[in-house]
């Protein structure tokens, strides 16, 4: 079935530095690919989103690209801070689902001083 | 996203007992959806609806039952079937449009737990 890997599961970085964060997807057909930041005990919030008919996206410190051939998608946050400490979810959307979405299984990223 | 009010925040169950988690929107968004969220293993897909009067079973509907009776509403039971409930359960929805290319919007989730 569908899958979305996502690596690596904690990453930690002082704060300045860049983070980046790598998911992988099983159907090649795949056509739209959101990042979610999750805060602890609240609600996923989009941050990003890419679609396939794009290889990269920006949008200030934040950035997406995607090898469409390697079927791999990566999340960079530039300039890090530390309310950017929160977990962060890829997701891919599989053909014939709608708009269903198979999520990556979470990067916990820690922003150190 | 104001629009999607989860309720409630904390639930209990006890054994045997079935639960009902709300879920309501004012996005006016013809897609829903119900996911699961247990620790380090990311969002997983129970249940979704794509228009009133239908849904389809995601990848861990077991135990699971949801309606779709209004636009705005699709509750999720939590049956005595299903035997390990405790997790962080989020509702979500979206546009439904052909291509689907729309970003799915958040509840505050609610935290399931057995007594």
């Known amino acids: 079935g569908e899958n979305v890997e996502q690596h690596p599961s904690t990453l930690s970085v002082q704060e300045g530095d860049s983070a980046v964060i790598k998911c992988t997807y099983s159907d090649s057909a795949s056509n739209y690919f959101p990042w979610y930041k999750q805060e602890l005990g609240k609600r996923p919030q989009l941050i990003i989103d890419i679609r396939s008919n794009v290889g990269e996206k920006k949008d200030q410190r934040i950035a997406v690209t995607l090898n469409k051939t390697a079927k791999h998608f990566s999340l960079h946050i530039t300039e890090t801070q530390p309310e950017d400490s929160a977990v962060y979810f890829c997701?891919?959307?599989?053909?014939?689902?709608?708009?269903?979405?198979?999520f990556g299984t979470g990067t916990q990223l820690k922003v150190e001083l | 996203d104001g629009g999607i009010t989860q309720s409630p925040k904390y639930l209990f169950r006890k054994e045997g007992q079935n639960v009902t988690l709300s879920c309501e929107q004012n996005?006016?968004?013809?897609?829903m959806y119900w996911y699961r969220q247990d620790p380090g293993q990311g969002l997983r897909l129970i249940y979704y609806?794509?228009?009133?009067?239908?849904?389809q079973k995601g990848d861990i509907a077991e135990g699971y039952s949801v309606s779709r009776e209004k636009k705005e509403s699709f509750p999720l039971t939590v049956t005595s079937a299903q035997k390990n409930p405790t997790a962080f359960y989020l509702c979500a929805s979206s546009i439904s449009r052909a291509g689907g290319h729309q970003p799915q919007h958040f509840g505050d989730g609610t935290r399931l737990s057995i007594l």
């Open positions: 997701a891919a959307r599989f053909t014939g689902g709608g708009n269903k979405l198979t």
């Open positions: 609806s794509q228009i009133v009067n239908d849904f």
């Open positions: 996005l006016n968004h013809d897609a």
